[in-house]
């Protein structure tokens, strides 16, 4: 093999070098130690740790209805519930 020729990578070499391309290209979801970013640290996050502890609170209340949380946020119910019973945003 010469210098002029390209290496050949492996399918699998192609693909980490394309994933780390895209995290490149669109930030990336993970920390410095590759574990995933919580919370309002993560890009696609629509809310922050203060919204969502009072989101929790207007429903313990029990004055608000889910529906009307959603719509406050412009959300749907099934992120709002998610936030209530803790399997979104459970580490807060």
């Known amino acids: 093999m010469s210098e ?15 994933k780390e391309k895209w995290a490149e290209d669109h930030g990336s979801t993970r920390d410095d130690d590759g574990n995933p970013l919580r919370g309002s640290a993560h890009r696609n996050s629509k ?13 313990k ?19 709002v519930q998610s936030i209530i019973e803790r399997k ?3 580490h807060i």
Do not use: M
């Open 61 to 79: 209340t029990g004055i608000v209805s889910i529906k009307h949380i959603a719509d406050s946020y412009g959300v749907s119910k099934s992120t």
């Open 4 to 18: 002029d020729e390209p290496i050949k990578l492996t399918k699998v070499e192609r693909r980490a070098k394309r």
């Open 88 to 90: 979104s945003w459970s």
């Open 47 to 59: 809310f922050d740790e203060a919204t969502v502890l009072y989101i929790r609170t207007l429903y």
